[in-house]
């Protein structure tokens, strides 16, 4: 199992640390991305922060019975906004935001139907609008009763 996998599988906090310095020269941080989840009768729907993100970064899967969302990105610092042509020696006094890898897993409490299922991006908010799996409904049978056909004790 590979590290991203094993660090995938149990989540990081926010801005956490990884353990090897030769896996911290690949990815500085990978944070757990904050989701609201949300549940009609008929659907799901998940609104995570992603702001920062640009929308080819973001990956969303879905996975398992249908039951499994796996959301994946990255937010680059914005530094090149400041500083188009080359960034400035400095250090920060204060660092609230978090940049870098994210990475979320989801397990939602029925199966959607991913034929249906939708992803979307409005004011840096991801919206993913997952409608719920209807059970295949089936077509009714009519069973013909018969009398059915009784033991006789057979004489010898």
Request: glycine letters at 6%; proline letters at 4%; charged letters at 30%.
């Amino acid at each position: 199992m590979s590290f991203l996998q094993r660090l995938k599988g149990r989540g990081a906090r926010a801005g956490q640390r990884l353990q090897s310095s030769e896996e911290e020269s690949a990815v500085d941080t990978i944070a757990q991305l904050e989701v609201d989840v949300f549940q009609t009768t008929d659907l799901i729907v998940v609104y995570a922060h992603a702001a920062g993100a640009d929308l080819s970064d973001i990956h969303v899967s879905i996975e398992g019975d249908a039951d499994i969302v796996l959301i994946e990105g990255k937010r680059l610092r914005p530094e090149y906004l400041a500083f188009p042509k080359k960034k400035p020696d400095g250090a920060y006094f204060t660092e609230e935001c978090v940049w870098g890898e994210f990475y979320r897993r989801i397990i939602l409490p029925e199966s959607v139907d991913i034929t249906q299922a939708e992803a979307k991006v409005k004011n840096g908010v991801l919206v993913l609008v997952l409608p719920l799996l209807k059970p295949e409904v089936k077509e009714k049978v009519n069973l013909r009763v018969k009398k059915a056909k009784s033991k006789r004790s057979r004489k010898k």
